[in-house]
């Protein structure tokens, strides 16, 4: 059963499109964050998760949105300063009927504005929902 477990938790990883060695940093930990998503993560980059702090270029920001969290266009802004022009931004927002649930519409809202475009959603973990952001095809010519 643990080998389940263990394939489980890489298979989240894989999802997120997270790869060895990538370097991938983590905005809005809470206590409430899902940590056998944050373990599946370090164990497929080989490494800790970097936090706010981190002033290098990352390939992946995880950042665990709540309804209450403050202006996610501020948040997005904040998370494309280290972002490498190929990065990836994934909101991770509690599921419909959580705590904390935010409204798809209030991210298809916030994204343009943070000069970015959505790609997709994901289920990430029982409670938790992602939302795949990346810098636009024309930003990139321009960056």
């Not at 394939?7 to 991938?24: D, F, H, Q, T, Y």
Request: proline share 3%; no cysteine; charged share 30%.
């Amino acid at each position: 059963m643990v080998a389940a477990e263990d394939a489980g938790k890489i298979g989240v990883a894989e999802k997120l499109g997270i790869e060895s060695g990538m370097v991938v940093q983590e905005l809005g930990w809470d206590e409430d964050v899902d940590d056998n998503l944050r373990a599946a993560v370090e164990e497929q980059i080989g490494g800790d998760l970097l936090d706010e702090e981190a002033d290098e270029t990352v390939s992946v920001v995880l950042l665990w949105w709540r309804e209450d969290d403050g202006d996610l266009v501020d948040a997005l802004l904040e998370a494309t300063g280290v972002l490498a022009e190929d990065g990836v931004i994934w909101v991770l927002t509690p599921k419909t009927g959580r705590p904390g649930h935010v409204e798809p519409s209030d991210i298809a809202e916030a994204v343009p504005t943070a000069g970015l475009s959505q790609t997709s959603n994901i289920s990430v973990a029982d409670d938790w929902a992602g939302t795949r952001l990346v810098w636009p095809k024309s930003t990139k010519a321009k960056r």
